[in-house]
């Protein structure tokens, strides 16, 4: 039962995924930087840079993923997150991608992007005043799947870029991200629906299912995730194979939350900011970033939005 509302999860993520409040595209992202990281066909896809304040020699770095289906999204859904750990101290970025409603893509273009796009990064470390060995991704729902591809898949990296610089991050944070394509073989409904797949993603589905491309070079993962969303199966069996495997995987749970729940602007924002001093306290375990989370702090001195007491 579980792997059929899974994949019917993953269907409908990949036909008509939600996009909080479809925001503007081209984004509009104040005070960060946009550089283009690559040309496909006539497509040109930018990344937009937020510098700390104080900027300083081999920083940390994290690049964001929008969520959309691998069908629609703009870059502008995590530009409060970039904003936020760039007071931190990160050089945090956003960046565009390709997707079917724009570019006629499909999902395997998608990731290929997004490998592109940690690759670009990380051979422009010096540039933008990154520490190429902490580069992390990150991303929702159809843009966790990407993060997650970026630190799990060893295909897919675009054969003209130099493949001497890795296109893999050092750390992944994945809010609700679809990490697992599988339905169990006596499930005939799940079966016909996976076998519709491939037209979807453009290739199959085992390609591009994170989950089974686990291995020791998979980066540390945080995920954060509702009790209520569709891929919460997939999820769960995702941070279990990473830790059968030896990788760490923090599976953040959310009690009654559904899919999306993260986004800023979404209810009260109240989720927003406890996702954001989820994703602070991980990185600083990581030795990312110093000190005690400053969500509070930022956010009611820049938006007026408050934290909860509790979740």
Sequence with gaps: MLSRILLWG???????EPVMAQRNYPPNLEGAKPYVYKTAGDTKLSLWVYSPDQPGEKQPAIVFFFGGGWTSGTPEQFEQQCRYLASRGMVAITADYRVSSRNKTKAVDAVRDAKSAVRWVRSHAAELKIDPDRI??????AGGHLAACTGTLKEFDEPQED????SRPNALVLFNPAVSFRAKPDEAEAQKQLKQL????????SQLSPIEHISDQ??????LIGTKDFLISGNREFAAAMKATGRQCELDLYEGREHGFFNY????????LTTTKSMDLFLTKLGYLKGPPMVDSFFDASSGIKTPAGR
């Design 198 to 205: 491939p037209s979807r993603l453009g290739t199959e589905p």
């Design 265 to 272: 602007g979404r209810g009260d924002s109240k989720d927003f």
């Design 10 to 16: 993953i269907v409908w993520v990949a036909c008509c």
């Design 218 to 223: 998979t980066p540390p993962a945080l995920i």
């Design 136 to 141: 992390v991704a990150a991303g929702g729902s």
């Design 163 to 166: 493949q001497t610089v890795s």
